[in-house]
């Protein structure tokens, strides 16, 4: 009886190998912050020379333009981030008006790869994410960030929306992460509130 026992157990160890490994999100710290003194971890001087990229969301149901705006620039010599390069998004629905509703986008997700922590804030402990909500634009900030393997979903504090005849689209703030090297255009993901995953253009980290 022990015998069989024992097989068994080695049967049901043998199939529990074989099953897919579920990679687990894990969530990102996610910290304010204020500009330009954000850009110290990138210059000595705080001040940052960057390389800008728009990408179109082909956003439903509206009239003018949805984008999604990727930044890089290196980190310079003698800078805490000294060789590394930082990367900040800006969803940017300010031109795009609903032809019927005010379309809406949740999420941005991002295939970044490896990403580098930092003290965004002077003297805070280093954070994974940072999201410019003094001395930049936007009004919409995140409210989470999660990782699972190479991938970043980007969860906005509240759904980003197109305007209307009486209202402005909106626009999130700039947020942003280092990564280890020079940017590559990839296609991103953003979850439209009650509709598709749209495949959008942007930048991240060659990985």
Same mark, same amino acid.
């Given at each position: 009886m022990s015998i069989l026992k024992t097989l068994r157990s080695c049967i049901a160890a043998a199939i529990l190998l074989t099953l897919p490994v579920v990679a687990q999100a894990a969530p990102?710290?996610? /910290?304010?912050?204020?500009?330009?003194?954000?850009?110290?971890v990138y210059s000595t001087t705080c001040t940052i020379t960057v390389n800008d990229s728009v990408g179109n969301i082909p956003l439903p149901g509206i009239s003018g333009t949805a984008r999604l705006q990727s930044r890089s620039f290196a980190g310079a010599a003698g800078a805490p981030?000294?060789?590394?390069? #930082?990367?900040?998004?800006?969803?940017?629905?300010?031109?795009?008006i609903g032809n019927s509703t005010r379309p809406c986008v949740s999420?941005?997700?991002?295939?970044?790869? %490896?990403?580098?922590?930092?003290?965004?804030?002077?003297?805070? %402990?280093a954070s994974d994410v940072y999201v410019i909500t003094s001395g930049g634009i936007g009004t919409v900030g995140i409210a989470s960030a999660d990782k699972t393997g190479n991938i970043i979903t980007f969860t906005f504090a509240k759904p980003v929306c197109a305007g209307s005849d009486s209202d402005k689209g909106e626009t999130s703030y700039f947020f942003g992460l280092? #990564?280890?090297?020079?940017?590559?255009?990839?296609?991103?993901q953003m979850q439209? /509130? #009650?509709? %598709?995953?749209?495949?959008?253009?942007?930048? /991240?980290?060659?990985h």
């Open positions: 990102l710290k996610v /910290v304010n912050v204020g500009a330009p003194a954000s850009n110290c981030a000294a060789g590394k390069f #930082g990367f900040l998004y800006r969803v940017d629905l300010t031109q795009a999420t941005l997700k991002l295939d970044f790869g %490896p990403l580098i922590k930092f003290s965004y804030v002077k003297d805070a %402990p280092t #990564g280890p090297a020079a940017p590559k255009a990839v296609t991103a439209v /509130v #009650g509709g %598709p995953l749209l495949d959008v253009p942007a930048r /991240v980290p060659t």
